[in-house]
């Protein structure tokens, strides 16, 4: 009442008892209508805001959902772990139109040369008379030579056995001649080689292989003679596929990848094993710890994988994939979140550089400044609910294996070894779509064994499968010194 105004006092003094009474009810009544109605708004303002909170919230796992999204679409074989045959054609990516220089080999690239043949003829080319009219020329040497390579004619050597019968001028029996083991077949080493190499180191389809044999070797050949004989050569090369399999679990050092197969569209899986000298492939129907087991068995030496929760167990040595994890890293620096970003983009830096550390080892300085740069990085971001923290903890979970490179000599800071011996074989699926029986799986896990391992020796494949065939045929055990000496 002190604060009301001085003719509001004098209009309160006029009033009578009962009128002075009336007011103050009916100002009572005011005031607990007005609180009701704060009440009210209080309670509605706390829905508003839970509701907001929900909204918000909502919004935030929305802009999450679209950030993956968005990842997702802009991801390729540069920030994942998608084959570059995944790249979208319109989306491949520019060279540097500013960059200098000339396309192709750069100084230091070990060129290539066609190698010189033993020649079957060789002609010595004169040179033409001289330009002031004489023809005869002294000390003649050969200052160049220019090889000529020709195929002859393409023409199959056919052998016709007329089976003889007869009676014996004793007995009077009839008796009848019988094929040489090495001749029961009606196609030899050479011709079943050819099928072979076709199908197994070429992956090309039956018919490819029918119309080829017709177009340049002049024969036609039915595609279940051409079935049988891959079946032989598969036969043929299966004790060089163990001997391959014994010499990669000799190795102190291997990779180990595996990749998705099918078997009449039933998915299966294509394990390797793979060193410098060898490459063992095997087709398991699981992608588990038994599958792994069954492709090693008693190996127990540095293993290169990728970040597969069954590699991660291995305890006898590893190196992680620094490729995987740097293109882990290049796709959380594309975030259009800038913390992840900016995390992202210092994660690419230092895993860089720890593999570009396989070619030029740092020094103890240089080695001291990165681990706690990386290790500063790690802990830092570790305890974060976000893809910052997630990456950061698998890379502490990765720890002790992301520079055995560094400790042990012939170790790869990537398993981009395993990844480039895959190709071929991921390149023959997407075109046959795989396999339709067991039959053809072990085909295909011999010969790619085969074709992969004679690639790292530097060693033609066609003729150790017709020495293989040739032994096949003439019940003789074949060479495997090449293998077992590598």
Known sequence: MADLPKQSHEVLNELSKERLIDTVLLQAEKIAELVKDIAWIKEENAGLKKENAGLKQENDDLK??????????????????????????YKKHHRDSGKKGKPGAKKGHKGYR??????????????????CG??????????????????PEVKPEVTHFNLQQGEC?????VNKAQLPNEYTVGFGPRMTAVVAELAGSHGDSRTIIQNFCFSVLGVSISLGAIQNMIDRASKAIEPHYNAIGDKARKAETNHVDETSWFEKAKLIWLWVLANATVAFFMIHEH???????????????????????MYRKWENGRQTCLAHLIRKAKALSESK???IAKFGNKAWKELQKLCHMAHAPPTIG??????ARFITLITRNIANTDETGKFARSLMREIDSLWLFLEKAGVSPTNNHAERILRFAVCWRKRSLGTASEKGNRWVERILSLRQTCRLQGKRTFPILVAAIDSLFTEQKPDLTWIEQA
């Open 366 to 371: 240089e080695w001291r400044m990165f681990y």
């Open 134 to 151: 004489c023809g005869n020329y002294k000390n003649l040497k050969t200052f160049y030579t220019h090889q000529y390579i020709e195929f």
């Open 64 to 89: 999450g959902r679209i950030d993956k999204i968005e990842a997702k679409l802009n991801s390729d074989s540069t920030n994942s772990n998608q084959p570059p045959s995944s790249d979208s054609p």
């Open 114 to 131: 066609q190698q010189m043949i033993d020649p079957d003829e060789t002609v010595d080319v004169p040179p033409k008379p001289c330009s």
């Open 287 to 309: 992608r588990s710890k038994e599958a792994f087991k069954t492709l090693i068995k008693d190996w127990a030496g540095i293993l290169v994988s990728d970040g597969y929760g």
């Open 337 to 339: 979140n800038p913390d």
């Open 169 to 173: 001028i004793n007995c009077g029996k």
